[in-house]
């Protein structure tokens, strides 16, 4: 496995990876020919999520949020192995922060913070900037992947500039050991809890769905604020994002209050723009319990 996962890595992905982004986006175009004209890769998963979540919207608009949608995720895979080995340079290019004061306040106040996002735009090129862009020392919470050489190789390239991976496993471990220093946690609230039973459930885009609780167990227990952060997409290849204050007194808050806020902020976002959320993946594999 190791030996297939090296070929890959070293003669697939790193070649192109040093690609110029006008080729890359080359290649984009035509993998959109394949990847979703010719062999319709996750299609049927991908125009049901948009069905249900939008009901109002006719077939039409249904298969125009689609087709946009696949342009924007071969965009997607192209950029991401692009991060293997972009320089700080084209990173300072192509990803701008709106609004880092609204972080750095709660630096300057000794206070550490977790942003709460979802899988919008594009989140690799994130997490390679964020370290740079505020004064927190920044920790993204992940599921390690299966391949261990991969995984390896993508807490080397997400920390490149700065940002430390934290797998879900070790969230309690990391936060108790990083109590004393100023950090930034990110979490990811749109991706699909393992056991439906200790969510919190809500309704979101026109359908059940069960809501990690890390955000807001971790920011009471140790009474950090919540930041929301919105990625954009300016144009091809260029992001900004911006931050949201939500709770700064997160121990103020009602049972459920900070995960069904942040949420929303995501849905809204969604609403917006649809076609640069990552709809492939089965994010209602679960049914809601009785009682819940």
């Not at 692009?82 to 004061?101: A, D, G, L």
């Not at 862009?133 to 993508?154: E, V």
């Not at 050991?177 to 100023?182: G, V």
């Not at 919190?200 to 990690?212: C, I, P």
């Amino acid at each position: 496995m190791n030996l297939v996962s090296r070929f890959l890595y070293y003669c697939v992905i790193l070649p192109i990876s040093y690609l110029p982004f006008p080729v890359l986006y080359g290649i984009s175009d035509f993998l959109y020919l394949i990847l979703y004209k010719t062999f319709g890769y996750r299609k049927k998963i991908v125009l049901g999520n948009i069905q249900r979540s939008f009901p109002e919207k006719t077939a039409k608009e249904h298969m125009e949020i689609c087709n946009k949608f696949y342009s924007h995720f071969c965009d997607l895979i192209l950029e991401s192995l692009k991060t293997f080995t972009i320089s700080e340079k084209q990173v300072q290019k192509r990803v701008v922060c709106k609004n880092p004061e609204l972080v750095n306040k709660y630096f300057d106040q000794k206070k550490s913070v977790i942003f709460a996002g979802g899988h919008i735009a594009n989140w690799e090129i994130f997490a390679v900037s964020i370290d740079k862009l505020i004064k927190h020392k920044t920790l993204g919470i992940y599921k390690p992947l299966s391949n261990k050489y991969f995984d390896g190789k993508m807490q080397k390239t997400r920390g490149r500039y700065g940002l430390t991976l934290v797998s879900t496993k070790k969230v309690s471990q990391v936060f108790e050991e990083e109590k004393n220093n100023l950090t930034a946690s990110i979490f990811a609230i749109d991706q699909s809890p393992s056991n439906p039973n200790s969510c919190h459930w809500m309704t979101f885009l026109n359908q059940d769905t069960g809501v990690l609780f890390g955000t807001e167990k971790f920011a009471k227990e140790y009474d950090q604020p919540v930041l929301y952060g919105r990625i954009n997409k300016e144009k091809r290849g260029y992001y900004s994002f911006e931050f949201f204050e939500t709770f700064p007194h997160p121990r103020e808050t009602k049972p459920g209050e900070i995960t069904e806020t942040v949420t929303r902020l995501l849905e809204k976002d969604i609403i917006n723009t649809p076609e640069y959320w990552l709809w492939t993946h089965r994010r209602w594999k679960h049914k809601r319990p009785a009682g819940k």
